[in-house]
């Protein structure tokens, strides 16, 4: 894994995202370059090239790589707010493209914020794997096919509208999770129990075991509802069903052997919030 700057000063990498996270989304003042007589097309080279020239004058690596990502992120979510307001079809995409660089975004910054000594730019989740990066893209060309073909089916506002809300809540119980959950909380599965690895049952956790994954669950599945697309928003929602059920399990198995009785009582009184998941079978 990727790792970050040795020995940096607490709160440096969240810092250094978010300015740069800023600094890419200011491709929202393009439209007042291009009134002022520069072409739209050669506008944007114009500022993606200054863009990368600054961040290679400030920063160095590993902080430059740090810098890069979430300055792409910020230009994309720039991005995404243009297209949302323009009057196009391609606004419902708009929202979408807001919504997915905000995510990757915010998976940082939180984890840079709670739990800093598990950063790394594999934090970003950019990649997570290649299932994942073949299912945005399935969704992309979906979307641009329909939009061509059946432009129709993609002006559908209050369906769109439907699954920005599921994407919100799913945003929101996420990263509620993962402030909950504090330095336990970890992109990656854990085999091994720390020295401070402890239980969490308060919170958003006394409601679900699992709200991190109930919340990406219907996040993934809201940016198929919003962006319209049937088949795309079908199969996400039998893949990362299947994902979250194995992984669910995995994890629960790991959660048994490091806290055992307390996990099991724990275990009964709150669901997993996963519809039709009970999480692992334990044989007494």
Not at 180 to 208: I, P, R
Not at 215 to 230: A, K
């Amino acid at each position: 894994m990727a790792g970050c700057a040795a020995r940096a000063p607490p709160g440096s990498e969240a810092r250094l995202s978010l300015a740069t996270f800023l600094l890419g989304a200011s491709v929202l003042a393009l439209p007042l370059l291009t009134r002022a007589g520069l072409q739209g097309r050669t506008g944007l080279a114009l500022y993606v090239a200054g863009l990368n020239a600054l961040l290679l004058l400030l920063y160095r690596p590993p902080r430059y790589q740090i810098a890069i990502r979430a300055c792409f992120l910020g230009f994309v979510f720039g991005c995404g707010v243009l297209l949302s307001f323009s009057q196009s079809s391609w606004n419902h995409f708009g929202w979408y493209v807001c919504s997915l660089s905000l995510f990757h975004y915010s998976e940082y910054l939180v984890t840079a914020v709670n739990n800093p000594k598990s950063l790394s730019l594999d934090s970003f989740l950019l990649n997570h794997s290649l299932e994942y990066t073949v299912a945005a893209l399935s969704s992309w060309i979906e979307f641009t096919l329909e939009n061509i073909f059946w432009p129709e089916l993609k002006q559908i506002t209050w369906l769109s509208a439907t699954g920005l809300l599921m994407v919100v809540f799913g945003e929101c119980l996420r990263k509620a999770a993962m402030f909950t959950a504090g330095s336990n909380f970890n992109h990656v599965v854990q085999n091994e129990k720390s020295d401070t690895h402890t239980l969490v049952t308060s919170g958003v956790y006394a409601w679900f075991r699992h709200p991190s994954y109930v919340g990406w669950f219907y996040w993934s599945i809201g940016t198929q509802v919003m962006l319209c697309n049937p088949i795309c928003g079908v199969v996400y929602a039998l893949t990362v069903w299947r994902f979250f059920r194995d992984r669910t399990e995995e994890e629960e198995i790991s959660l048994i052997h490091f806290f055992g009785e307390d996990y099991l009582e724990y275990k009964k009184r709150v669901p997993t919030g996963l519809p039709f998941i009970k999480g692992v079978k334990v044989e007494l």
